[in-house]
């Protein structure tokens, strides 16, 4: 069991290219067959429609949501689907024009009729809505209901949206904090580190010895997609011709290794290829962790792979501390923002990421909560208004370079906090709230709608 104010909410293990468009969707298809068939209508169901929303029309081909969602309504699971098989299986339902709705009953499906793309609709919860409905054999309305894939690939239907139920509930957790005062005050005042609260707060939904075997899967998966990403070669798919950069990096890198002796700047050149090395292999609709989104999903792994590789006594509790605080930071966006690029445009994804990074590598190297909280200021402070703008609609350009570049701010972050003399005059929450403020200030056109930016300025071809 766990907990919306539990810290794996934000690290899941799915696949790429996007938490909100691709892995949130596919769930949401999942849960709709599920709840149809708790409603004792599934096994009349001849048809299902879907309708997409907002930023999910906008940029949901680009961001693989239709492909998502015919997957999550064959039964398929982010977090299990094999990558490799997803291609044979979509072809099977576009040339058959039958789906399988969870993977047991065939229904005819034919995408231009059953898939439909408001692009002048936004449902009123969240810019990324969609709903499903389901129809007998004379075409009459059975089931239907709407979902919000809402960030970070989490979802909540139409019910939960109106019910609003807020986003990460006061529960029984012995240390409940909502703002970084809060944590910071829970600290002080019972001696513990940020990592120790939150493992406290975690043991009410599951032991010890669960929550660290969890956090070092979600390491594992980190490392194992860095690993491919440094391997797999080629052009990512989508159109934009984007050519993998990871393993030619990588390449040279390994090549010349006095160069890190000639350059200590070698390290920023291994930063940046992690980061690359996991946002190519989500960009190819990979295995990759959320972290707390795919499109921002390779700042924590890069700086991970920096606290591992390139500091002088990594350890694996060093890694325990690193997950379980940047989970603390981004509990806080989660909170009192966003981490929803459609929402508040890319400093809620790339800024959290690195804002998180940031924190966790300070508890990493042992440094104290007021520094965590300094560096996870640091981290956002200079990513507030950061525009999502993605080429094409496609999580590649700016992204992927875009999370070698908060890799690297994030360990920038982290160090000035552990060099600095004394308090900072912007706080971790005055940040937070200013992202919130700047998203909401900011134009649809720069939230993930492609209609702006980049994506108006570059030629997709
Ligand atoms: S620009 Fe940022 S928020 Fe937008 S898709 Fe890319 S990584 Fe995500």
Same mark, same amino acid.
């Given at each position: 069991?766990?907990?919306?104010?539990?810290?794996?909410?934000?690290?899941?293990? /799915?696949?790429?290219?996007?938490?909100?468009?691709?892995?949130?969707?596919?769930?949401?298809?999942?849960?709709?067959?599920?709840?149809?068939?708790?409603?004792?209508?599934?096994?009349?169901?001849?048809?299902? %429609?879907?309708?997409?929303?907002?930023?999910?029309?906008?940029? /949901?081909?680009?961001?693989?949501?239709?492909?998502?969602?015919?997957?999550?309504?064959?039964?398929?699971?982010?977090?299990?689907?094999?990558?490799?098989?997803?291609?044979?299986?979509?072809?099977?339902?576009?040339?058959?024009?039958?789906?399988?709705?969870?993977?047991?009953?065939?229904?005819?499906?034919?995408?231009?009729?059953?898939?439909?793309?408001?692009?002048? !609709?936004?449902?009123?919860?969240?810019?990324?809505?969609?709903?499903?409905?389901?129809?007998?054999?004379?075409?009459?309305?059975?089931?239907?209901?709407?979902?919000? %894939?809402?960030?970070? /690939?989490?979802?909540? %239907?139409?019910?939960?949206?109106?019910?609003?139920?807020?986003?990460?509930?006061?529960?029984?957790?012995?240390?409940?904090?909502?703002?970084?005062? !809060?944590?910071?005050?829970?600290?002080?005042?019972? /001696?513990?580190?940020?990592?120790?609260?939150?493992?406290?707060?975690?043991?009410?939904?599951?032991?010890?010895?669960?929550?660290?075997?969890?956090?070092?899967?979600?390491?594992?998966?980190?490392?194992?997609?860095?690993?491919?990403?440094?391997? %797999?070669?080629?052009?990512?798919?989508?159109?934009?011709?984007?050519?993998?950069?990871?393993?030619?990096?990588?390449?040279?890198?390994?090549?010349?290794?006095?160069?890190?002796?000639?350059?200590?700047?070698?390290?920023?050149?291994?930063?940046?290829?992690?980061?690359?090395?996991?946002?190519?292999?989500?960009?190819?609709?990979?295995?990759?962790?959320?972290?707390?989104?795919?499109?921002?999903?390779?700042?924590?792994?890069?700086?991970?792979?920096?606290?591992?590789?390139?500091?002088?006594?990594?350890? &694996?509790?060093?890694?325990?501390?690193?997950?379980?605080?940047?989970?603390?930071?981004?509990?806080?966006?989660?909170?009192?923002?966003?981490?929803?690029?459609?929402?508040?445009?890319?400093?809620?994804?790339?800024?959290?990421?690195?804002?998180?990074?940031?924190?966790?590598?300070?508890?990493?190297?042992?440094?104290?909560?007021?520094?965590? !909280?300094?560096?996870?200021?640091?981290?956002?402070?200079?990513?507030?208004?950061?525009?999502?703008?993605?080429?094409?609609?496609?999580?590649?350009?700016?992204?992927?370079?875009?999370?070698?570049?908060?890799?690297?701010?994030?360990?920038?972050?982290?160090?000035?906090?552990?060099?600095?003399?004394?308090?900072?005059?912007?706080?971790?929450?005055?940040?937070?709230?200013?992202?919130? &403020?700047?998203?909401?200030?900011?134009?649809?056109?720069?939230?993930?709608?492609?209609?702006?930016?980049?994506?108006?300025?570059?030629?997709?071809?």
């Amino acid at each position: 069991m766990t907990s919306h104010n539990s810290i794996f909410n934000l690290f899941t293990i /799915g696949i790429g290219p996007s938490s909100s468009h691709t892995v949130g969707p596919m769930k949401a298809a999942r849960r709709f067959l599920l709840e149809a068939r708790g409603h004792k209508v599934f096994s009349r169901a001849a048809r299902v %429609s879907i309708e997409l929303f907002g930023s999910l029309a906008f940029t /949901g081909k680009g961001h693989g949501t239709d492909n998502a969602i015919l997957l999550g309504l064959q039964g398929e699971i982010p977090s299990e689907i094999d990558p490799d098989s997803i291609e044979s299986t979509l072809q099977d339902i576009r040339a058959n024009r039958h789906i399988r709705l969870l993977g047991e009953k065939p229904v005819p499906f034919s995408e231009k009729g059953d898939m439909i793309f408001h692009f002048k !609709e936004t449902l009123p919860y969240h810019p990324n809505g969609m709903r499903f409905s389901l129809y007998d054999t004379r075409n009459k309305l059975l089931y239907s209901d709407i979902y919000y %894939s809402v960030g970070g /690939g989490a979802i909540v %239907s139409e019910q939960e949206a109106m019910a609003e139920t807020p986003a990460i509930e006061t529960d029984e957790a012995p240390f409940p904090f909502s703002t970084a005062a !809060e944590l910071l005050e829970l600290g002080r005042k019972h /001696g513990l580190s940020i990592h120790e609260i939150v493992l406290e707060n975690e043991k009410c939904w599951q032991d010890e010895d669960t929550i660290r075997e969890r956090l070092f899967d979600i390491w594992q998966a980190m490392q194992d997609c860095v690993k491919r990403g440094l391997h %797999s070669e080629g052009i990512l798919p989508g159109g934009l011709k984007v050519q993998r950069r990871a393993p030619g990096v990588y390449q040279r890198l390994i090549a010349n290794p006095e160069n890190s002796l000639k350059d200590p700047l070698t390290i920023i050149d291994w930063v940046n290829l992690y980061a690359l090395a996991v946002n190519e292999e989500n960009a190819a609709g990979g295995r990759v962790v959320t972290a707390p989104t795919n499109g921002a999903a390779g700042i924590i792994p890069a700086v991970m792979h920096y606290y591992a590789r390139l500091t002088p006594n990594p350890d &694996q509790e060093g890694i325990l501390r690193f997950l379980l605080t940047a989970g603390a930071i981004g509990i806080l966006y989660k909170k009192n923002a966003s981490i929803s690029g459609a929402e508040v445009g890319c400093q809620g994804e790339v800024g959290v990421a690195c804002s998180m990074a940031a924190g966790g590598l300070v508890a990493a190297l042992d440094g104290s909560n007021d520094e965590i !909280e300094h560096a996870a200021e640091i981290g956002m402070e200079h990513n507030l208004g950061l525009t999502c703008d993605p080429v094409g609609g496609l999580v590649q350009i700016p992204c992927i370079e875009r999370n070698a570049m908060g890799a690297v701010k994030a360990i920038n972050a982290a160090r000035m906090a552990m060099q600095s003399t004394g308090a900072h005059k912007v706080s971790l929450d005055q940040v937070i709230a200013t992202m919130r &403020q700047t998203g909401q200030d900011m134009k649809t056109h720069y939230k993930e709608t492609s209609l702006g930016g980049l994506a108006v300025n570059v030629i997709e071809c």
